[in-house]
């Protein structure tokens, strides 16, 4: 009976419902809108647009803070375009692991919003891509790969490994050990 527990759980973890190349192929657009401080009578709006390799990101906080980014998930060097009517442009110059430059900051301030006001208030299943926490989850793990990792994506190349290294890892049932499942073989490593 636990060995059917077992497989049941490994078969659910093994099944995730959109690849990395699905994400990284798909273009959408989401909006998510959440009620926010004060007793909820104003709005947080997050817009997320992907088209081919660019993902622009624009935050609307309490009607009159208006954000926005644009992150070319194909193009070198690692950079993220702030757009406030003009566009600055940031380099990745250093680790954000142990720095906390302009960059950094505001690859963590985009990071911080995509799951605060996006993956939190989303609506469906972050496994299914035609939903808003879908496509929202999407973009989440192609700007951390690209910004937080510096992957530079090119059409063509296989993407897979992106869903996998997020979906494919869990709790044995009854027990706290890990379990890990080898994308190349597909055997789990307990």
Same mark, same amino acid.
């Given at each position: 009976?636990?060995? #059917? =527990?077992?497989?049941? $759980?490994?078969?659910?973890?093994?099944?995730?419902?959109?690849?990395?190349?699905? !994400?990284?192929?798909?273009? /959408?657009?989401?909006?998510?809108?959440? =009620?926010?401080?004060?007793?909820?009578?104003?709005?947080?709006? $997050?817009?997320?647009?992907? =088209?081919? !390799?660019?993902?622009?990101?624009?935050?609307?906080? @309490?009607? @009159?803070?208006?954000?926005?980014?644009?992150?070319?998930? !194909?193009?070198?060097?690692?950079?993220?375009?702030?757009?406030?009517?003009?566009? &600055?442009?940031?380099?990745r110059t250093v680790d954000c692991q142990i720095s906390t430059d302009k960059f950094c900051k505001e690859y963590s301030l985009i990071?911080? #919003?995509?799951?605060?006001?996006?993956?939190? /208030?989303?609506?469906?299943?972050?496994?299914?891509?035609?939903?808003?926490?879908?496509?929202?989850?999407?973009? @989440?793990?192609?700007? &951390?790969?690209?910004?937080?990792?510096?992957?530079?994506?090119?059409?063509?190349?296989?993407? &897979? @490994?992106?869903?996998?290294?997020k979906s494919h890892s869990g709790k044995k049932e009854g027990t706290n050990s890990e379990v890990s499942i080898d994308p190349n073989?597909?055997?789990? &490593?307990?």
């Amino acid at each position: 009976m636990s060995l #059917l =527990k077992f497989s049941l $759980l490994l078969l659910s973890i093994m099944s995730y419902g959109f690849s990395g190349n699905d !994400c990284f192929n798909t273009n /959408f657009n989401v909006e998510v809108t959440h =009620k926010s401080f004060p007793f909820g009578l104003l709005t947080k709006t $997050l817009k997320v647009t992907k =088209k081919e !390799c660019e993902i622009e990101i624009s935050h609307n906080e @309490y009607k @009159y803070r208006n954000r926005k980014w644009i992150i070319d998930t !194909c193009r070198e060097p690692v950079h993220i375009k702030i757009d406030t009517g003009s566009v &600055d442009v940031i380099r990745r110059t250093v680790d954000c692991q142990i720095s906390t430059d302009k960059f950094c900051k505001e690859y963590s301030l985009i990071k911080k #919003l995509l799951q605060d006001d996006g993956l939190i /208030f989303a609506e469906g299943s972050k496994t299914e891509l035609e939903s808003d926490h879908g496509k929202t989850y999407c973009s @989440y793990v192609l700007v &951390d790969q690209y910004l937080g990792k510096s992957l530079v994506m090119t059409k063509g190349f296989d993407y &897979d @490994y992106l869903m996998a290294d997020k979906s494919h890892s869990g709790k044995k049932e009854g027990t706290n050990s890990e379990v890990s499942i080898d994308p190349n073989s597909g055997k789990a &490593d307990f």
